[in-house]
């Protein structure tokens, strides 16, 4: 809004709020699938894509070759288009690729995910880390000005360059090999952000306090 000549003052951000709980399980069959691949070892993503973008479904399919093939990898990919299911996704290998059905919400599945990963900051993305951080979700997320306002790398979540597929793959394994003490330390960090300034209280008095301000 400033580059648009907005004069600054005028301005003014409030966070909106994230309920602090997740859904219940809905009996979905890939919700159910991702608890099972959990329990059995292997490492879940969700992968959060953006209808308005092809980046985010060809960032994925270039980065999935240079997947570490020690993680056997179950990544439910959550929104995009309606053609993200075509052509078909790997479903063997060292990843295996499920499509959550089309208008899903991002978190009736991040919350049973290992890690969330953010590709892009489009669409829902940006809501999704501050879901992802109440439900203390490791994030990785793409470098972009929508996410850097959120996740610090290293210390609520990790960063990669969305221009590099393989910088994708290197980051999931870098956080994949966390320790757990330090995995827990991250996943708590980002959840003292949640509660410092995105919960529905903090949203409603941030409101209120502008509506104060102009009256």
Known sequence: FVARGVVRRQLAVVPYGVLPEPPP???????????????????VLCYVGAATS??????????????DARLRVLCVFVGGSEAVASPPWPSDGAITVRV???HSAVRQYSHEADFLVLPSGDGDQPLAVLEAFCDQVPVVASRVPELLEFVDDGQTGWLFDP?????????????????PHALRALCQRARVRYQSEFTIDRMVSGYMREYARLA
Not at 27 to 40: I, K, N, T
Not at 54 to 67: E, M, N, T, Y
Not at 164 to 177: F, H, I, K, N
């Open 100 to 102: 959550a059905p089309p």
């Open 54 to 67: 092809s980046h985010d479904q060809r960032l994925l399919r270039q980065a999935l070759p240079f997947v």
């Open 163 to 179: 221009a590099e597929p393989q910088a994708l793959a290197e980051t999931l394994t870098l956080a994949w090999s966390t320790a």
């Open 25 to 43: 399980p809905s009996g979905d069959a890939l919700e159910g699938e991702m608890r099972a691949w959990r329990a059995a070892g292997g490492l």
